[in-house]
């Protein structure tokens, strides 16, 4: 069970990732149940919340990875939670990936989540992004603007505008 577990992980429990690269048919002879898939899932947005770092989001791309095959709203509500304690103290480029990441994980979560947690999760998000507008470009050593594709304090407020759109498209298909 602990090689299904392994494979299970690894692959964020997707399974055409695991049929591409040949290991389906060995995860399959494990017979896993649904209930232990599910007990990993958890495990893993467990693990993934408490690797929320505002030096480095890798695991906030995890929570990404883990929505696409296992649409939980608690993903959501741990990144937005993580999100409004943490990312107003961080620089320009780390709130646009964070803001733009949590509109990811709303969109793939949105349809098992309740309507609340949805707006909460706007909300947040918007706060974000028009903080960025509305502040002088701060950029800690290490995020050059080019690396995100962004050329200036101008492109920066534009992703973020754009981004802003997209929250509102959400909510408009909320009514």
Same mark, same amino acid.
């Given at each position: 069970?602990?090689?299904?577990?392994?494979?299970?992980?690894?692959?964020?429990?997707?399974?055409?990732?695991?049929?591409?690269?040949?290991?389906? +048919? =060995?995860?399959?002879?494990? #017979? *896993?149940? @649904?209930?232990?898939?599910?007990? /990993?899932? +958890? =495990?893993?947005?467990?693990? #993934? *919340?408490? @690797?929320?770092?505002?030096?480095? /989001?890798?695991?906030?791309?995890?929570?990404?990875?883990?929505? @696409?095959?296992?649409?939980?709203?608690?993903?959501?509500?741990?990144?937005?939670?993580?999100?409004?304690?943490?990312?107003?103290?961080?620089?320009?480029?780390?709130?646009?990936?964070?803001?733009?990441?949590?509109?990811?994980?709303?969109?793939?979560?949105?349809?098992?989540?309740?309507?609340?947690?949805?707006?909460?999760?706007?909300?947040?998000?918007?706060?974000?992004?028009?903080?960025?507008?509305?502040?002088?470009?701060?950029?800690?050593?290490?995020?050059?603007?080019?690396?995100?594709?962004?050329?200036?304090?101008?492109?920066?407020?534009?992703?973020?505008?754009?981004?802003?759109?997209?929250?509102?498209?959400?909510?408009?298909?909320?009514?």
């Amino acid at each position: 069970m602990q090689r299904a577990k392994e494979l299970f992980t690894n692959y964020f429990g997707n399974y055409f990732q695991m049929h591409k690269n040949g290991l389906l +048919e =060995e995860y399959k002879t494990y #017979e *896993v149940t @649904k209930e232990a898939e599910t007990q /990993w899932y +958890e =495990e893993m947005i467990a693990n #993934e *919340v408490k @690797k929320l770092s505002i030096r480095n /989001w890798d695991a906030a791309l995890q929570c990404v990875s883990i929505a @696409k095959n296992y649409p939980d709203s608690k993903i959501v509500e741990q990144i937005v939670a993580f999100a409004s304690r943490h990312i107003m103290s961080s620089d320009s480029i780390v709130k646009l990936m964070y803001a733009e990441l949590m509109i990811e994980i709303i969109k793939l979560v949105k349809a098992n989540t309740a309507i609340e947690t949805l707006h909460k999760a706007y909300k947040e998000t918007a706060l974000i992004l028009e903080d960025i507008i509305s502040k002088p470009l701060i950029i800690d050593p290490g995020h050059e603007l080019q690396l995100f594709g962004l050329k200036d304090k101008r492109s920066l407020n534009l992703r973020a505008a754009n981004s802003i759109e997209s929250i509102k498209a959400l909510l408009a298909s909320d009514q």
